[in-house]
């Protein structure tokens, strides 16, 4: 068994049965993409490799701990500085780029207080609004894949139930008790009375910032949430409102249910807005009833989030980070972040904070360890003295597929010793690619003339036995190989 199959448990046997290391937080460091944090934490040696192996004795799977702890590489340790992960909001400075995204994980006080706790720099608290707020029952659903981790999940989740007096409360005790923990503030109205009440009111709540939710897909009431931010006037209107009311910053929460995301936050922005926040979830359908025999069960159109969404929210990072009306105003990204890998791309194209939901309810707030020990560990092995050097670096690279250079080919390699022949790459290639390949002695050899460097091969192979040949051959040369 490999170190992706462990289950994640809360209070771990294996720890509890090591006197040395703590063994669950290294492989859940390893199933978080953070070799690095588990090298450097062992410190050039594996104590491990004399033990009578307790851990696996205790594991409720049957994990070889010692055998995966062993076939790292230890490091020699260094102190992580995660100074250099500090940055600000809007002006208003935050220990670490890591917030809690609007939504149940940051619904009361105990939540964030223990979210403050593990580490998170702050917490967007989920959505206060004057609605009755009701919700179904149950509300979740999911797409899975390997291991049983979370791919999709859709969720039909609206508001807080809390009121506006209750949260105020809630607010004012977590500023008290976590003054240099950053606490944003999201509100929804149905009109301009119902903005204008809430910026007001939050003045002296005990909020940092305002994050102004135009993009739940949720909601059963008219003229709020998603059908709002598809309405750049209507966001521009609401904007200006609570501009007018609040003494406080803030952004606009953006629905990536629209064509152009642009549009909507360029609008935010006129109406003085002091950045966005991207992307709310997409509107979906899962599971849907195949059985004609039972009746219609029913279904509900709700909002899809987790790690399939990740490409979805970059395109539109991306295209928030280009646009030239908002320069130099804060972006707030969000879209599938589960490891520090994942909010250091959206950091790269242009995001000043990243937002979390989806990993935090399969996994829990714990995952921050590994969000800033990964992240500070890239940050020192570059080079870069701040988290803000790494900001943009690699948005010029983002072009439209009209102006790629499409004068060359580039070969996929075949890596035999690696080749088991299962031949899974001469089928693609046959029925999704252009018959570039044919099998000889049982494994597939490239054929040129029919290749046009797709990389469906590449892609398809089971055991990463083709890779890019990083070899650009020109188009005009390709009839003399």
Not at 77 to 86: G, M, S, T
Not at 360 to 377: F, T
Request: aromatic share 6%; net charge negative.
């Amino acid at each position: 068994m490999k170190w992706d199959e462990c289950l994640l448990c809360h209070d771990a046997a294996c720890s509890r049965s090591c006197e040395v290391l703590q063994p669950a937080r290294l492989l859940r460091s390893l199933y978080f993409d953070n070799a690095e944090a588990v090298r450097n934490e062992l410190g050039g040696q594996v104590p491990c490799t004399d033990c009578d192996g307790h851990c696996r004795q205790s594991c409720p799977v049957d994990l070889d701990i010692r055998g995966i702890l062993t076939s790292l590489a230890p490091d020699k340790q260094r102190e992580i500085n995660y100074d250099v992960l500090k940055t600000d909001f809007c002006g208003i400075p935050l220990e670490n780029p890591f917030l809690l995204s609007s939504s149940v994980i940051a619904s009361t006080y105990d939540m964030c207080a223990r979210a403050f706790e593990a580490g998170w720099a702050g917490a967007a608290f989920k959505t206060i609004c004057l609605m009755d707020i009701v919700e179904a029952s149950p509300r979740f659903s999911a797409i899975k894949g390997d291991n049983n981790r979370l791919i999709g999940f859709k969720n039909i989740e609206q508001l807080s139930d809390h009121s506006v007096v209750e949260n105020i409360k809630i607010f004012k005790e977590l500023k008290k008790n976590y003054p240099d923990k950053f606490l944003l503030v999201s509100i929804m109205g149905r009109n301009e009375e119902e903005w204008a009440y809430l910026a007001d009111i939050l003045n002296d709540s005990g909020a940092d910032a305002l994050e102004l939710n135009f993009s739940c897909p949720n909601m059963t009431e008219e003229n709020s949430g998603s059908d709002v931010g598809q309405i750049p006037e209507l966001v521009e209107r609401y904007s200006r409102v609570v501009k007018q009311h609040t003494r406080l910053p803030f952004i606009a929460k953006l629905t990536p249910n629209v064509t152009h995301i642009e549009d909507s936050a360029e609008a935010a922005i006129r109406g003085g807005a002091d950045g966005v926040a991207a992307i709310n979830t997409i509107k979906s359908l899962i599971e849907v009833d195949i059985n004609p025999n039972d009746g219609i069960a029913q279904a509900s159109i709700g909002g899809y989030s987790g790690k399939a969404v990740k490409p979805i929210a970059l395109r539109f990072t991306a295209e928030l980070a280009q646009d030239e009306m908002l320069d130099g105003k804060h972006i707030s990204a969000m879209g599938g972040i589960e490891t520090w890998r994942d909010a250091l791309e959206f950091i790269v194209l242009g995001a000043d904070s990243v937002q979390v939901t989806t990993a935090v309810m399969q996994y829990g707030y714990r995952i921050i360890d590994d969000l800033k020990s990964g992240l500070a560990l890239y940050l020192q092995d570059h080079g870069f003295q701040n988290i803000k050097d790494i900001h943009k670096t690699t948005i010029s690279g983002i072009v439209g597929t009209e102006k790629l250079d499409r004068s060359y080919v580039i070969f996929p390699r075949f890596l035999r010793d690696k080749c088991v022949g299962c031949q899974r790459c001469y089928l693609s290639c046959q029925d999704g690619g252009h018959q570039a390949i044919k099998i000889v002695d049982g494994k597939p050899v490239l054929n040129p003339d029919n290749c046009v460097g797709c990389h469906l091969c590449v892609l398809v192979c089971p055991m990463e036995a083709i890779v890019s040949s990083e070899v650009r051959v020109p188009k005009e040369k390709l009839g003399r190989i």
